[in-house]
């Protein structure tokens, strides 16, 4: 068995990636089990980056392998905002009520063929003789309404054409089977699992 490291304390992530990643052989442990290792400074030009310094990070503090992941929503009209910033859009400290409230405004005056939108998630594993990072990318449309209660983050604006409803109208198997961070997290999955034997 390999004890593995959740590399955020991000409820709402934790639950979905929980659910997706599975591998034979790998328990998974929440940051939460840990002493405290401070804020991580998510500094990095890329999601690739920003999910790579989290996971050593969490690997120098707790000596074991960590994944992590990094995700954000680009949107065309926006020139790609608010891409690796996506999380503190409104500031800093902001909700993702702030956030959301941010992004309407911005794009309330497009008509909502213009609103294309894609949400990108790196998902990674690290360790010392192993680094793997696997993508997701999901398209859709951006609403200046809010639907569904579910999700978190800019889920009751990001409207999938092919199932009518947003990411917050899903349940949770459902989101998983569809979103960015389910389709990333799942071909880490695979990858790993092609790849344990490599890890000391």
């Known amino acids: 068995m390999i004890d593995v490291v959740l590399a955020t304390r991000n409820e709402d ?4 990636i929980e659910h997706t990643f599975k591998v ?35 690997f120098e503090a707790t000596k074991m392998p960590a994944i992590a992941d990094d995700s954000g929503l680009e ?20 909700s993702y009520a702030d956030n959301i409230h941010k992004l309407i405004q911005e794009v309330k005056h ?13 998902a990674l594993f690290y360790h010392p003789d192993l680094t793997l990072h ?22 009751p604006v990001f409207f999938l054409p092919e199932l009518g409803k947003t990411f917050a109208e899903l349940s ?3 989101k998983c089977e569809y979103s ?16 344990l034997d490599k890890i000391s």
């Open 24 to 58: 034979e052989g790998v328990v998974l442990h929440r940051l939460s089990e840990f002493g405290d290792i401070g804020e991580i400074n998510e500094d990095g030009n890329s999601f690739y980056e920003n999910a790579l310094k989290k996971a050593q990070i969490v």
């Open 75 to 94: 949107v065309d009209v926006l020139g790609g905002k608010p891409g690796i910033f996506s999380s503190r859009y409104a500031g800093r400290n902001a």
């Open 134 to 155: 696997e993508e997701g990318i999901v398209e859709g449309l951006i609403l200046t309404n809010q639907l569904g209660k579910g999700g978190f983050g800019y889920d």
């Open 13 to 16: 992530k934790i639950r979905e």
């Open 172 to 174: 949770l198997e459902e």
């Open 180 to 195: 960015h961070r389910g389709i990333a997290f799942r071909r880490l999955s695979e990858a790993l699992k092609q790849n």
């Open 110 to 122: 497009y008509p909502v063929s213009q609103r294309k939108a894609v949400f990108k998630c790196v």
